[in-house]
């Protein structure tokens, strides 16, 4: 009776997959059952997310998809009649209790990755999401392009990134903002009249764009970290703004100092040393944290980079900064982004999260500025190249021009070893 009443609800809904601008507008004829999940920021901020589950009990999987990604979170464990729903890679959770037919849901989302763990309302009840719908004709505004968005501007912390659109099927609109330390993953949203309103989310960042437009080349308006930040932002269309070159960011102030990894956690709790001079082969070092969505994208990258390049020569290793002081769940965070997420190369808890403590491993750099920072070394022990931050697949070209300078830097290096 269940799943028929679903599966009437289904059919209804099909009929307005034409209004949704997440993935699940792709599989039509999946056999998936959609949700909508209001996550309740603060008192007058609330994001609303799609998500589907593979089966109506409490064994099926949550699919959330968040504008052109999607990713799936399993049942943990349950607890009375709460059931703990895993982020993938992630230390967050949905903590829920269904109604007798599944027919509603109540619980937390909880977030483990800060200092102090931080939990958010949800509510889940059968619908698909749907937003305001225009024909292309209709729409007055094309926000596709690149654009200098600052952030408070005018004050001391003034901060300019890039935002990168594309605006299709009428007022529907994607992209990310692209700053000097990563960026901001899959923003998605829509028009309506001269507003516009974008968001993403993931288990550790909840992110809304609310913005007035001002013609096809300007808005104002801003942007919403979690329920507590909110930052004041304008922007103009410019195609030609580029942020600082990484050049200038993260750089060598000791060109000849070798690297040495001292005193590294395995997974296993095990301490170990690395001398990249004495290993001899060419090293991609990633200085990450499981508590960074960045992170998860970079890693996605090098697993498809060792798999490319690892037989000619190419050792990739992560170095895990991570929440806290507990070094056992420190290392259980890693095992499971290493599980979740299926990586290929070595990871090592490094120590706590912060920056000063992965610039102690490298005093031939003049500090580590971002989360993910990665590191290429030469055969010798020597850094190379240095990437500061990381731009994922959200924004479009900027991503495939970067894998592009990865290949191209990682091809040259090992040249240069194999002529040695």
Known sequence: MRNAIFGILFTFLNGFLGHTQDNFASRPNSALFPYIAEIQLN?????????????????????????????????????????????PAQDAEWRI??????????????????????????????????????TAASIPFDLTGRWKVVFQPGTANEEVLVGVFQQERGNFVYGSFLSETGDYRFLHGYVSGNQLHLQTYTGYWAFVVEATLKGDNEMEGVFYSGGKSSTAFKAMKDETVQLRDEAELTYLIKRDERVVLNNLSKLNGRKTNLDLAKNGQVTLIQIMGTWCPNCIDEANLLKELHAAYGKQGLEIIALGFEVGTDTKKQRSRLKRFVKDLQVNYPVYLAGTSSKEAAAAYFPMLNGIMSFPTSILVDEQ??????HTGFSGPATGPAYTELVNKYKQEIENALEGANAD
Not at 381 to 386: E, S
Request: charge should be positive.
């Open 43 to 87: 008192d007058r901020l609330q994001i609303n997310v799609t998500a589907a589950f593979s089966s109506i009990n409490e064994k099926g999987l949550i699919i959330i998809f968040n504008g052109k990604e999607e990713y799936q979170l399993s049942v943990k464990k349950r607890i009375g009649d709460t059931l703990i729903y895993q982020f």
């Open 381 to 386: 022990g020597k850094i190379i190249a240095i």
């Open 97 to 134: 209790a269904f109604n007798e037919d599944f027919s509603e849901a109540r619980g937390w989302w909880v977030n483990y990755n800060k200092k102090v763990p931080v939990r958010y309302p949800v509510h889940l009840y059968p619908g698909l999401r749907t937003l305001p719908n225009s």
